[in-house]
């Protein structure tokens, strides 16, 4: 993008200089428009990559090994795209070890070596979620060996991709406060009966298996100003704070940010909770990044320029902090975006929630996301 675009105070691009700008690249020959159904049209510009790299920042996206083996313009799109990878589902327990028996590690392993091969770096994602153990382990996982078949997992897996892995989320959504836990902790047995000194100990196994690694604590639901988010964001500090009590080789925070248009987004709260997690000495990465159209009604140009605005705003403010070190989408393409089903619109349309369009054409989002990038402060 050659337009460099003023900001507020605040961070924040204004909306007229956001749309001047996609103004800017529909001239320039990258496709802002719904592309017509059947019809697939990828401007040969730089990716996000490019724009994120120029300042120190990280540009990523969630990946499935079948979609990238079945689809031919998807692989494509992310080659051009994207600097870092995370597999959606590859290196959770539960798809590695579906059976008491040796992890299959070959499809996370091709993920990997696509990265590899395509001067990518990977984010593994995720050794502990309460979501996701085999079904054969949860049992287990209730009685007194439970902590040390979990532990055994973090290392058997941090351990497997040893060398390969830039950063680990170790730790996947632990704080719940709906569960009524003074610690704000998710009532799930490993937490109930180990709490902060458990999760300590996940990260020191994780450590010990791969010592390069950064490690991170990865949750959802930390980005609007709502009571609910309100108490994970507490939470969230509380348990980091915690980790760095107990000496946990902790690196990061991964803030999934799931964006949902219509939310209250509050500059001011999202930067203070950015700059207490940076004050931890701790990295900070938005791991999971989609924006939800699922409320708005109207024509697609409408919608798009809906979920560029919140886009531009919300990264403003996340990259402005120091600390951040980049994002990375929850996929590419809205084809294939899991809000289309897990969260789906009245009319069932396909939510335009990703950089690219369902026939991979970028969008207004990619747009304000290149823009956000270029007016990022550069980091060291």
Request: aromatic letters at 8%; one cysteine or more; charged letters at 30%.
């Amino acid at each position: 993008m050659d337009a460099i675009l003023k900001r507020k105070r605040t961070g924040s691009i204004t909306r007229r200089t956001l749309m001047q700008s996609l103004v800017g690249l529909a001239g320039s020959g990258i496709s802002t428009k719904p592309s017509p159904a059947g019809e697939t049209t990828i401007a040969p510009s730089e990716g996000l990559r490019a724009h994120a790299e120029r300042r120190g920042l990280l540009f990523g996206c969630a990946v499935q090994k079948r979609l990238l083996d079945e689809n031919a313009e998807l692989k494509a799109a992310v080659i051009r795209e994207v600097g870092i990878l995370v597999a959606e589902n590859e290196m959770k327990w539960r798809p590695l070890q579906p059976e008491a028996r040796p992890v299959d590690y070959r499809r996370a392993d091709a993920i990997v070596d696509f990265s590899k091969m395509n001067g990518m770096t990977m984010r593994g994602h995720t050794a502990v979620w309460h979501q996701n153990p085999p079904v054969w382990a949860e049992a287990l996982l209730t009685g007194p060996g439970g902590a040390k078949l979990m532990l055994d997992h973090v290392r058997t897996v941090v351990g497997h991709f040893k060398g390969r892995i830039l950063e680990w989320d170790v730790v996947n959504e632990a704080i719940e406060p709906t569960d009524d836990r003074d610690d704000l902790l998710r009532a799930w047995p490993l937490y109930e009966k180990g709490g902060y000194d458990f999760i300590a100990d996940c990260f020191h196994a994780a450590h010990e298996a791969d010592p390069n690694a950064r490690l991170v604590y990865n949750d959802y639901d930390l980005e609007y100003d709502t009571r609910p988010q309100a108490l994970r964001r507490k939470g969230t500090l509380r348990l980091l704070g915690e980790l760095k009590r107990r000496n946990a080789p902790i690196h990061g925070l991964g803030i999934q940010s799931h964006l949902t248009i219509g939310n209250r987004f509050n500059d001011r709260v999202f930067r203070q909770f950015l700059a207490e997690v940076a004050g931890m000495d701790l990295r900070i990465t938005l791991t999971e990044m989609d924006l939800s159209d699922r409320r708005l009604e109207g024509s697609t140009r409408y919608r798009d320029e809906k979920v560029a605005e919140a886009a531009s705003q919300f990264l403003s403010v996340a990259f402005d902090e120091p600390s951040t070190t980049g994002v990375l989408t929850w996929g590419l393409s809205d084809r294939f975006s899991w809000l289309n089903e897990g969260r789906p619109r009245s009319d069932r349309g396909i939510q335009r929630s990703l950089p690219l369009d369902e026939n991979y054409v970028r969008k207004p989002v990619w747009a304000a996301m290149a823009a956000c990038f270029d007016n990022a402060p550069p980091r060291r």
